[in-house]
């Protein structure tokens, strides 16, 4: 009999667990998300230093609890990830609370593509699913997945309306540079983590780490506008949570684009836009540290120094 791979696994969630009750599906991703604290895996004692480096105030007692519940918080992403194609458009309006779209719309109304910096944070696939209805069509990209599962994501993206570009080499930015210029449309990038062995170095919130470099150089090759957008959850209470289903909606906030030029018109380089979006972008996180859902490494300390040679890296960084 063969054995089951991690792409039938993914399928078998995604049919059926939209279809188990919400409170038993939460339960249940609560309780392997304690169980995974508790045994300190690798992944968890990289996140519990990444969050400790982003909030440094926190004592011991208070970085583990942050720990815990950001343990907690990354499996309610992949939770909803597999209930997300079962929910209405009207539960997925009950579920997200946005601020700052007038900085989206003021571009996407001018008839120009945005960039959309992000991080690994609160449910992106549920943001994307709430921004194309609302904003304009979403474009990003995604690492290819063994065994079938990089399709498997496609299909449940595109279902969301979100169009995926696959992250292979040198084709990967000149395809999204086309795309991006053929129509309006937000190109939201997932870039606290560097994938490519050519990111940025930068100053995160006072701890040199290492970002990707894709949002500030499509934005400056493409001459499109550069906007932080911070995601994290959020209590529902009253009738926005009967409406949700759930008692966890999701906040994103859109920041104020950054400078891609100086005053007098000069085109910044991408050091010095990728740290403005880093410092915007993280400034936002520190408050909901909990669902910053990195359990990779990004900070200077942690990297394999044979990686950081060449590194460009921002001034004072």
């Known amino acids: 009999m063969r054995r089951p791979t991690t792409t039938d696994l993914y399928v078998l969630a ?5 279809r188990l009750p919400d409170p038993l599906v939460r339960g249940a991703a609560h309780l392997v998300a304690d169980v995974v604290w508790l045994t300190r895996t ?3 004692r990289q996140l519990s230093r990444n969050l400790a480096r982003l909030r440094p105030d926190l004592d011991p007692r208070a970085l583990s609890r942050t720990t815990r519940a950001g343990m907690r918080s990354y499996l309610r992403y992949f939770v909803e990830a597999f209930q997300l194609p079962g929910w209405s458009p009207e539960r997925i309006d009950a579920r997200v609370r946005a601020t700052g779209t007038q900085h989206v719309r ?7 593509s945005l960039v959309l910096a992000l991080g690994h944070t609160g449910n992106w696939d549920l943001a994307g699913a709430w921004a194309s209805r609302h904003l304009g069509p979403v474009l990003t990209v995604a690492e290819k997945l063994p065994d079938g599962l990089y399709e498997e994501f496609v299909a449940f993206r595109g279902s969301l309306g979100i169009e995926i570009v696959p992250l292979e080499g040198g084709t990967t930015f000149r395809r999204l ?11 939201p ?7 490519t062995a050519h990111g940025v170095e930068v100053d995160l ?9 894709g949002p500030a150089t499509l934005a400056l090759v493409g001459g499109h506008a550069l906007l932080p957008a911070a995601l994290s959850y959020e209590r529902l209470h009253g009738e926005r949570r009967r409406r949700a289903g759930t008692p966890w909606g ?10 891609t030029r100086t005053p007098d018109g000069v085109r910044r380089d991408v050091v010095a836009v990728t740290q403005d979006w880093v410092t915007a972008l993280f400034t936002a996180v520190a408050r909901s540290p909990q669902d910053w859902h990195m359990l990779q490494k990004v900070f200077l300390a942690d990297l394999d120094p044979a990686r950081l040679t060449d590194v460009p890296r921002a001034e004072g960084a």
Do not use: N
């Open 106 to 112: 003021d571009v996407i109304d001018a008839g120009e």
């Open 14 to 18: 995604w049919r059926h667990v939209r």
């Open 177 to 187: 540079t086309r795309l991006a210029r053929a129509k309006p449309q937000l190109v």
């Open 205 to 213: 919130l006072g701890t040199p780490a290492r970002v990707a470099a």
């Open 250 to 259: 999701l906040l994103i906030e859109f920041g104020e684009p950054v400078a």
């Open 42 to 44: 690798a992944g968890v």
């Open 189 to 195: 990038l997932l870039a606290d983590r560097d994938l």
